[in-house]
């Protein structure tokens, strides 16, 4: 017989890990450089300045995008009698800035890059460091892992697509339903 494993703490019904933690990644967003929307499901086509937050890959007509999918879930640790574990789940965030006008040496960072890519992966990281326990329901721990920028061969400072992904751990416990 094959086991099961069920998030008891979530019940049957709940949202992909990913939407969890896009929904706290926007509760908690405060930078006003790009600013978040009003709602997370807000889709203005003409307003290009607020950050888009979605499960899957990034849209290529929008200026700025917080962007989730799962990379595994693996089990780490028995809990008790082989019933309930503690899962491992990985996250990639990918965080995208589309340069809106000319590179601008008193605007951007040293490098070139907009200013707004550094925020938000500040952002992103600052929120992942303050996560306490259960603030998702279910998840004992939500935290940081890395931070990894995407340069391809002929890029330069003038390029206007500017990426980065960062890598979340979410722990939860399952039960065996076996």
Not at 23 to 41: A, F, G, L, S, V
Not at 111 to 126: A, D, H, K, S
Not at 157 to 172: E, G, H, P, R, Y
Request: aromatic letters at 12%; proline letters at 6%; charged letters at 25%.
């Amino acid at each position: 017989m094959a086991a099961t494993y069920k998030n008891w703490q979530l019940g049957a019904d709940f949202d992909p890990y990913e939407n969890l933690i896009l929904n706290y990644i926007y509760d908690e967003w405060t930078i006003t450089d790009p600013p978040k929307p009003d709602t997370m499901q807000e889709y203005d086509p003409d307003d290009v300045n607020k950050v888009i937050f979605k499960v899957g890959f990034p849209s290529g007509n929008r200026a700025y995008q917080i962007t989730a999918l799962r990379l595994y879930t693996r089990k780490t640790q028995n809990l008790a009698l082989n019933k309930n574990w503690l899962f491992e789940v990985a996250i990639k965030i990918n965080i995208k800035c589309k340069r809106l006008a000319r590179p601008d040496a008193e605007e951007d960072a040293p490098t070139g890059i907009p200013i707004q890519l550094w925020n938000m992966e500040e952002e992103v990281e600052r929120i992942l460091g303050q996560y306490q326990p259960n603030d998702i329901v279910g998840a004992f721990t939500l935290e940081f892992n890395q931070n990894e920028r995407e340069y391809f061969a002929d890029d330069n400072f003038m390029k206007s697509d500017w990426s980065s992904n960062t890598i979340a751990i979410l722990q939860v416990e399952k039960m065996s339903t076996v």
